[in-house]
């Protein structure tokens, strides 16, 4: 059964870093996407961006573009979003997710929820102004 367990979320000041991470299992080969979303206060669930993770390829949603790498260890089977100059505004749940297709690649219309049918419970980061 695959499941994806998020962790390393908390509360960072403005301007500050952090870095969550993925840990898929289940999943029998490397030909599947996992993609990081985020439900922000006041907002709906928004991709931020996604990997194919047997050749690396990565595309970032504009909702957090040029803050945030989404970087991989093969070895260790885990996968981060590395977030960068966190504002109030970044406050929310951030989620895994992953599916063996998704709609559009690149996904340059946008990330949807609706592709994904693997997701994990979510970590919630707090940034305070």
């Known amino acids: 059964q695959e499941q994806l367990v998020e962790s390393g979320g908390g509360s960072v000041e403005a301007g500050g870093s952090l870095t969550l991470s993925c840990a898929p299992s289940?999943?029998?080969?490397?030909?599947?996407?996992v993609a990081w979303f985020r439900q922000v206060t006041g907002k709906r669930r928004e991709g931020v961006g996604v990997?194919?993770?047997?050749?690396?390829?990565?595309y970032y949603d504009d909702s957090m573009k040029g803050r945030v790498t989404i970087a991989q260890d093969n070895s260790e089977n885990i996968l981060f979003l590395q977030m960068n100059n966190l504002t109030a505004d970044d406050t929310g749940i951030y989620y895994c997710?992953?599916?063996?297709?998704?709609?559009?690649?690149?996904?340059?219309?946008?990330?949807?929820?609706?592709?994904?049918?693997?997701w994990g419970r979510g970590t919630r980061v707090t940034v305070s102004s």
């Open positions: 289940g999943f029998t080969s490397r030909h599947y996407y």
């Open positions: 990997i194919y993770r047997d050749h690396g390829s990565r």
């Open positions: 997710a992953a599916d063996r297709s998704v709609g559009q690649w690149p996904p340059t219309a946008g990330l949807r929820s609706t592709w994904f049918d693997h």
